[in-house]
């Protein structure tokens, strides 16, 4: 098994450009958790997916931030426009039903850098 | 709202000491308690998971202990190695598959 799969790896981009971080679960895992990691804030959870249906999105810090699951092995999220403030590591997990934190696996991140 | 608050924040020791590191957290209606280890650059490695029933968790070098009334959860490194240097990140599930995390301790064993 590959584990979560997160793309890309690094990005650096302007001010105001539109950013798309991407994730492929593990298979056969029906939940789908989007996090962010900050020096300042540590882990914060942005927003979860269940059988591809967003679940919570409290999470979310702006209408900047959107994300979708259009089926069970990819997930995007998008922030548009970005803005320094966002640059931060944002980890993809996933977790089968009933198991919570054993089924817990989590990507090795995409570190954004908004300049 | 669950609070999960870790002490202390950086550990330095020398090789083949045991240590323990401390997870406390607000709300004692937790589903689960879980340890994570974090490599810089890198993702989150699930160490533990102790189950709300359970009260304590062993793999090899490590022992994770729960004890709700109190609102803490222990973890036991023994004989400590200089790849065990990393941040270890405690995470509480109030159940609803939402972990929420403590800011971590930072671990430097050195050789």
């Known amino acids: 098994d590959a584990g979560v799969i997160q793309s890309p790896r690094h990005e650096v981009t302007e001010m105001g450009q539109e950013v798309t971080l991407r994730c492929k679960p593990i298979?056969?895992?029906?939940?789908l958790f989007w996090y962010r990691q900050t020096m300042m804030r540590g882990l914060e959870l942005l927003i979860y997916?269940?059988?591809?249906?967003?679940?919570?999105d409290s999470g979310m810090p702006e209408d900047r931030f959107s994300a979708k699951m259009p089926n069970a092995s990819f997930s995007t999220l998008k922030i548009q426009p970005s803005e320094p403030r966002d640059s931060a590591v944002y980890f993809c997990?996933?977790?089968?039903?009933?198991?919570?934190?054993?089924?817990?696996?989590f990507g090795s991140g995409t570190r954004l850098t908004v300049v | 709202k669950q609070e999960v608050t870790q002490i202390p924040a950086a550990l330095s020791v020398p090789e083949g000491e045991n240590l323990v590191l401390n997870c406390s957290f607000t709300d004692s209606a937790i589903y689960n308690l879980q340890w994570f280890r974090q490599d810089p650059g890198k993702g989150l490695t699930s160490l533990l998971l102790?189950?709300?029933?359970?009260r304590e968790q062993t793999s090899g070098r490590l022992n994770a202990s729960l004890d709700k009334s109190s609102g803490r959860s222990t973890l036991y490194i023994a004989a400590s190695q200089p790849g065990d240097s990393a941040t270890y990140l405690c995470a509480g599930n109030t159940g609803f598959q939402k972990l929420v995390f403590g800011t971590g301790t930072r671990l430097l064993v050195s050789p």
């Open positions: 997990a996933s977790s089968k039903t009933g198991t919570g934190g054993g089924g817990y696996t």
């Open positions: 102790i189950q709300s029933s359970q």
């Open positions: 997916f269940n059988n591809n249906v967003p679940i919570d």
């Open positions: 298979s056969g895992h029906d939940y």
